[in-house]
């Protein structure tokens, strides 16, 4: 159809301070920087081609951040194309100490979710293909949705988040 987008282009946020979150999203998401002004924002991206696929937009020392429950920008997710690809981010951002708030398994994907120093929620996931799908409609908000098994390191994390949803 022609007037359905082709992609989601990119995400513009709100940041105290463009260099210190270019910085952060260099180390901890590894994306490449296409331009930078210190004091006003820097656009990067994680797909080389691609002029930017977020925007961060400096506002200053002083702003609020992201309040929950209110209107606007839940989160970000930048997919990546392997289990193991996300294994690795996982292991990384272990490393690097970044506190992720949960893990969840949407069923046909695996999500990993943190914020960023400014309180922007992000998630990175891995997607299984479309074949391995339960089925095409219906994916997320039915009682009758079976989980995909996604083993890996997260394993002991999401029995924990389980069971403390059960109690």
């Known amino acids: 159809m022609g007037y359905t987008p082709s992609h989601l282009g990119h995400v513009n946020i709100y940041v105290r301070n463009a260099e210190a979150s270019r910085q952060w999203y260099e180390d901890v998401l590894g994306l490449h920087t296409y331009d930078f002004v210190a004091g006003r924002a820097a656009f990067m991206s994680a797909n080389l081609d691609e002029s930017h696929?977020?925007?961060?937009m400096e506002v200053g020392a002083n702003a609020d951040g992201p309040q929950q429950g209110q209107v606007g920008l839940n989160h970000m997710a930048w997919r990546f194309d392997t289990l193991a690809d996300l294994e690795a981010f996982y292991n990384n951002i272990h490393a690097k100490k970044v506190p992720i708030k949960h893990i969840t398994n949407h069923g046909l994907s695996l999500g990993i979710y943190f914020q960023d120093p400014d309180g922007n929620g992000i998630e990175c996931y891995?997607?299984?293909?479309?074949?391995?799908?339960?089925?095409?409609?219906?994916?997320f908000m039915h009682p009758d949705r079976p989980s995909m098994d996604f083993p890996g390191p997260w394993e002991k994390e999401l029995r924990e988040q389980e069971l403390a949803a059960k109690s």
């Open 53 to 56: 696929e977020i925007a961060l």
């Open 126 to 139: 891995y997607e299984a293909p479309r074949s391995e799908w339960f089925r095409q409609e219906k994916l």
